[in-house]
């Protein structure tokens, strides 16, 4: 198959575009209201000062996550192209900066739908509430049924590999559907629906004995935490994560804007709305928190816990407890599923266009090859005996040295090598109603550096200086270390795989006569 | 809840709600420049 015949003509195909502005701001938000929103952020805020820690977070937020979140956005919508030829258009020397985020997308998408699949079948527990009086149990024994020792085997668990077939058709099928009939309309029915369940599970929480006891626990500041270092960090941290910045989606998001468009205003609501997404999450997670240290006669500091413990510890815990426990349940896991997902298609459509971009290739042979790959990848590795341990090790590893380093290397050689922040000021400034000039410049050129820097070595000295969780050497050095830097190996050897020569980026007259029409525009 | 629990938590919904509404009241002021869009060409649906 040499290509897909509607888009074999001489003539390239249309770049595809969000029908409206409210489209992109939904898919955005989409993609950044995630499993961390939920189950990441109030245990964070928890654990680094409670109520105190607004401040940094808003810091954070202001000074180092939307001036990321613009950088992208404009390289995105300036450069009209998935990473890797965005940054090629923005200089030829940037271009394995894409492939390097194309490739952590990779990584990413193959674990992260592992765990929508976990959501689902809980989602119908909720119903069953299969997992008895020992919820920990369950999870790790019935359920994953998790090997003793780390390693890589092909014992599969049936419970989990179904539903995960299941969660990839699905989100083939939005990825084959494309931006206007498959991204644009997943979001705008799974986002609404996902605000609603997320509103009536806090309401819900909130109305549960001990509730109060909780949100003392989740809001009571603790000023002192604000002289430390280490919660700075922390909100920096969260805020990157949480925005899904500096990793290819937003470039990717933004490519398919219309030309004009008012970037920074629609990006400010995308993130203050992530925000206002995880704030509801504290309150309802530590409303629900407080219920399960009351029931236990413990104190809310007991049963505090974030991440997979939190989902599917503690939540099947309160949901055997709760009243109307089955409906709360629906409602967290539908959550997690519907947050998932919406994440999900946006990580996938980052290798996706890359692959379009690069092979000249149409909308449905690049998603139906790339999710296809994915997706084979996703099902031979994780739903396994051993599959968590892959999981936690290749998140743990391409947060720090994919996600994190990547991000500071792109903004070290955009704004201090390549100096291109002026030009990209320039271009979020023609249309913006907010509008980002020196101050901007400064807080990607030296505020964002600083925070990942930060970050980077302290994930660095921590996992060099004991094995990642104890776990065999070999398993870390080949899954975190070998992974991360083999991601760095790849992307400078798909860097001098050459453009198709059906590729845009040899042929590309839409970008053509934007860079002319813009031109002519600055002349005036 | 305590009195400083209840405060932090109006402040923290005035703070970030707050700003998504300003954010959304200035998009709001700024509708698209459907006028300036370019011709996209006719979709079946």
Same mark, same amino acid.
């Given at each position: 198959?040499?290509?897909?015949?509607?888009?074999?003509?001489?003539?390239?195909?249309?770049?595809?575009?969000?029908?409206?502005?409210?489209?992109?701001?939904?898919?955005?938000?989409?993609?950044?209201?995630?499993?961390?929103?939920?189950?990441?952020?109030?245990?964070?805020?928890?654990?680094?000062?409670?109520?105190?820690?607004?401040?940094?977070?808003?810091?954070?937020?202001?000074?180092?996550?939307?001036?990321?979140? $613009?950088?992208?956005?404009?390289?995105?919508?300036?450069?009209?192209?998935?990473?890797?030829?965005?940054?090629?258009?923005?200089?030829?020397?940037?271009?394995?900066?894409?492939?390097?985020?194309?490739?952590?997308?990779?990584?990413? &998408?193959?674990?992260?739908?592992?765990?929508?699949?976990?959501?689902?079948?809980?989602?119908?527990?909720?119903?069953?509430?299969?997992?008895?009086?020992?919820?920990?149990?369950?999870?790790?024994?019935? $359920?994953?049924?998790?090997?003793?020792?780390?390693?890589?085997?092909?014992?599969?668990?049936?419970?989990?590999?179904?539903?995960?077939?299941?969660?990839?058709?699905?989100?083939?099928?939005?990825?084959?559907? +494309?931006?206007?009939?498959?991204?644009?309309?997943?979001?705008?029915?799974?986002?609404?629906?996902?605000?609603?369940?997320?509103?009536?599970?806090?309401?819900?929480?909130?109305?549960?004995?001990?509730?109060?006891?909780?949100?003392?626990?989740?809001?009571?500041?603790?000023?002192?935490?604000?002289?430390?270092?280490?919660?700075?960090?922390?909100?920096?941290?969260?805020?990157?994560?949480?925005?899904?910045?500096?990793?290819?989606?937003?470039?990717?998001?933004?490519?398919?804007?219309?030309?004009?468009?008012?970037?920074? +205003?629609?990006?400010?609501?995308?993130?203050?709305?992530?925000?206002?997404?995880?704030?509801?999450?504290?309150?309802?997670?530590?409303?629900?928190?407080?219920?399960?240290?009351?029931?236990?006669?413990?104190?809310?500091?007991?049963?505090?816990?974030?991440?997979?413990?939190?989902?599917?510890?503690?939540?099947?815990?309160?949901?055997?407890?709760?009243?109307?426990?089955?409906?709360?349940?629906?409602?967290?896991?539908?959550?997690?599923?519907?947050?998932?997902?919406?994440?999900?298609?946006?990580?996938?459509?980052?290798?996706?266009? &890359?692959?379009?971009?690069?092979?000249?290739?149409?909308?449905?042979?690049?998603?139906?090859?790339?999710?296809?790959?994915?997706?084979?990848?996703?099902? &031979?590795?994780?739903?396994?005996?051993?599959?968590?341990?892959?999981?936690?090790?290749?998140?743990? $590893?391409?947060?720090?040295?994919?996600?994190?380093?990547?991000?500071?290397?792109?903004?070290?050689?955009?704004?201090?090598?390549?100096?291109?922040?002026?030009?990209?000021?320039?271009?979020?400034?023609?249309?913006?109603?907010?509008?980002?000039?020196?101050?901007?410049?400064?807080?990607?050129?030296?505020?964002?550096?600083?925070?990942?820097?930060?970050?980077?070595?302290?994930?660095?000295?921590?996992?060099?200086?004991?094995?990642?969780?104890?776990?065999?050497?070999?398993?870390?050095?080949?899954?975190?270390?070998?992974?991360?830097?083999?991601?760095?190996?790849?992307?400078?050897?798909?860097?001098?795989?050459?453009?198709?020569?059906?590729?845009?980026?040899?042929?590309?007259?839409?970008?053509?006569?934007?860079?002319?029409?813009?031109?002519?525009?600055?002349?005036? | 809840?305590?009195?400083?629990?209840?405060?932090?938590?109006?402040?923290?919904?005035?703070?970030?709600?707050?700003?998504?509404?300003?954010?959304?009241?200035?998009?709001?002021?700024?509708?698209?420049?459907?006028?300036?869009?370019?011709?996209?060409?006719?979709?079946?649906?």
């Amino acid at each position: 198959m040499s290509s897909i015949p509607s888009h074999n003509t001489s003539a390239p195909v249309r770049r595809e575009t969000f029908s409206s502005r409210r489209l992109f701001i939904l898919s955005a938000i989409g993609s950044a209201v995630g499993l961390g929103n939920i189950w990441r952020f109030p245990y964070i805020a928890y654990d680094n000062g409670g109520g105190a820690f607004l401040i940094p977070y808003l810091v954070a937020l202001l000074t180092a996550g939307i001036p990321l979140l $613009f950088l992208d956005y404009a390289v995105g919508h300036k450069f009209r192209a998935s990473p890797p030829l965005a940054y090629r258009r923005l200089h030829r020397a940037a271009e394995p900066l894409g492939w390097w985020q194309v490739l952590v997308c990779f990584v990413i &998408a193959a674990y992260y739908a592992v765990i929508i699949a976990w959501s689902l079948m809980y989602t119908i527990f909720s119903f069953t509430e299969a997992w008895g009086d020992d919820a920990e149990g369950y999870f790790f024994g019935n $359920f994953l049924q998790v090997a003793e020792a780390p390693g890589i085997g092909f014992t599969y668990v049936p419970s989990v590999f179904f539903p995960l077939l299941l969660i990839w058709v699905a989100v083939i099928i939005i990825m084959v559907a +494309g931006i206007r009939k498959g991204i644009s309309r997943a979001n705008s029915i799974l986002l609404p629906l996902l605000v609603v369940m997320f509103l009536l599970l806090v309401l819900q929480s909130l109305f549960l004995p001990g509730a109060a006891e909780g949100l003392n626990a989740f809001f009571t500041p603790d000023w002192a935490a604000l002289a430390d270092p280490g919660v700075w960090a922390a909100a920096y941290g969260h805020i990157f994560f949480s925005l899904s910045v500096g990793y290819g989606i937003m470039v990717t998001y933004s490519s398919y804007l219309k030309r004009r468009t008012d970037l920074t +205003g629609s990006g400010m609501v995308v993130a203050f709305s992530n925000s206002a997404f995880e704030i509801l999450a504290g309150i309802g997670v530590f409303a629900a928190l407080g219920f399960m240290a009351q029931a236990a006669g413990a104190g809310v500091n007991d049963v505090v816990t974030q991440g997979i413990g939190l989902a599917f510890v503690a939540f099947p815990t309160i949901v055997s407890q709760a009243p109307f426990g089955a409906f709360m349940g629906v409602l967290f896991f539908g959550s997690l599923v519907f947050a998932g997902v919406t994440s999900l298609i946006s990580v996938l459509e980052v290798i996706v266009a &890359a692959v379009q971009d690069k092979l000249g290739w149409g909308r449905i042979k690049a998603s139906v090859t790339v999710s296809g790959l994915v997706a084979v990848v996703s099902l &031979a590795l994780f739903p396994t005996a051993t599959g968590l341990y892959l999981l936690d090790t290749s998140d743990a $590893f391409v947060n720090s040295f994919g996600i994190t380093l990547g991000a500071l290397v792109t903004v070290v050689v955009i704004a201090w090598f390549l100096r291109k922040l002026p030009l990209l000021s320039a271009h979020l400034n023609r249309i913006s109603t907010i509008k980002m000039r020196r101050s901007w410049m400064v807080l990607v050129a030296g505020v964002v550096p600083l925070a990942l820097i930060y970050m980077v070595s302290s994930e660095f000295i921590s996992k060099i200086s004991t094995t990642y969780e104890g776990y065999p050497a070999w398993f870390v050095g080949l899954f975190g270390w070998g992974m991360a830097a083999a991601l760095v190996v790849l992307a400078l050897a798909l860097t001098f795989i050459p453009w198709s020569h059906r590729s845009k980026a040899h042929n590309d007259p839409e970008y053509d006569s934007v860079v002319e029409e813009e031109a002519k525009e600055t002349a005036q | 809840m305590t009195p400083i629990a209840i405060t932090m938590m109006i402040v923290a919904i005035l703070t970030v709600w707050g700003g998504l509404a300003l954010a959304l009241l200035n998009l709001q002021r700024h509708p698209e420049d459907e006028g300036a869009l370019p011709e996209e060409p006719a979709r079946e649906l």
